[in-house]
C-alpha cells in the first residue's frame, strides 16, 4: 500500500470528508496543462510546492511574489484554486467563517497552526506529484 503524508494526514484530520474528493495526479496533470495561471499564480504554485512540507502561510505566498498583504495571495490563489477544481470536479469544501467554498481546497489543506497560529495549508500529494510528471519547476 502506498502511502504519503499528506493522505496520512488528510485521514487523520477533521476534513476527510472535504479531502477524500480529491483526484489522481494524472486528473490534475491534465489540469494543470488547461488552466491559464498568471506570473504570480505560478510563483506561488511553485514556492507551495518547494515549501517544507509544501505547506505556506498566505503571507508567505504573498511575500513569495513581493506582496506584503496576504489577502493578495488569498484572492490570486483562491483563483487558481477555483479554476483549477473546476477543471478537475472538486467539491469545495466550505469555509467555516466565511460561508463561502474555499477555493484553495483543490491546492491542499488545512495544516496544523505553526508558531505565528496563521492559517496553514498543505498541498495535496496528488497536486505535488502532477508537478513533478510535468517538470513543472525543474
Do not use: C
Request: net charge positive; proline share 4%.
Amino acid at each position: 500500500i502506498h502511502v504519503d503524508h499528506a493522505r496520512l494526514y488528510r485521514a487523520f484530520t477533521r476534513h476527510l470528508s472535504a479531502a477524500a474528493n480529491v483526484p489522481a495526479a494524472d486528473r490534475y496533470a491534465q489540469a494543470l496543462k488547461a488552466v491559464k495561471t498568471n506570473a504570480m499564480q505560478r510563483a506561488m504554485l511553485e514556492y507551495h510546492y518547494r515549501a517544507s512540507n509544501r505547506t505556506v502561510t498566505y503571507t508567505e505566498l504573498a511575500t513569495a511574489v513581493g506582496k506584503t498583504d496576504h489577502q493578495v495571495a488569498n484572492k490570486l490563489y483562491g483563483n487558481l484554486g477555483a479554476e483549477l477544481g473546476k477543471k478537475i470536479g472538486f467539491e469545495f469544501p466550505m469555509a467555516p467563517k466565511r460561508g463561502k467554498p474555499f477555493y484553495s481546497g483543490s491546492i491542499g489543506i488545512d495544516a496544523p497552526r505553526g508558531p505565528s497560529n496563521e492559517y496553514r495549508l498543505m498541498m495535496h500529494h496528488e497536486l505535488a506529484k502532477a508537478i513533478v510528471e510535468l517538470k513543472l519547476f525543474d
